[in-house]
Nanobody, 120 residues
């Protein structure tokens, strides 16, 4: 059973960098044809796709966040990471990591989500 778990600070100051890690167990992030996704949900709003890392390491970015976003992965730890620079209170959200199989519209496994608040 694949499990994903987000980790990172719950509070980030404006203008700083938000850094989150997603640790995957029960399956490898290098398994062919799987994509590892970052999604967020601001309070009172819908889900927003942030971007993804493919099984081969290819990176995919939301155009609206691309200038402030970077992704990486550590295959030895089976983790992938999100960094969002120059955060503002509008980046306050629950952040999720998830898995998508290529060719499917569904995200079949999700982390529980982690609340990140941007505030002084």
């Amino acid at each position: 059973q694949v499990q994903l778990q987000e980790s990172g600070p719950g509070l980030v100051k404006p203008s700083q960098t938000l850094s989150l890690i997603c640790t995957v167990s029960g399956g490898s992030i290098t398994t062919d044809n799987y994509y590892w996704i970052w999604i967020r949900q601001p309070p009172g709003k819908g889900l927003e796709w942030i971007g993804a890392i493919g099984y081969s390491g290819t990176l995919y970015y939301s155009p609206s966040l691309k200038s402030r976003t970077s992704f990486s992965r550590d295959t030895s730890k089976n983790q992938f990471t999100l960094q969002l620079n120059s955060v503002t209170p509008e980046d306050t959200a629950v952040y999720y990591c998830a898995r998508n199989q290529g060719g499917s519209l569904l995200y079949d496994h999700w982390g529980q989500g982690t609340q990140v608040t941007v505030s002084f």
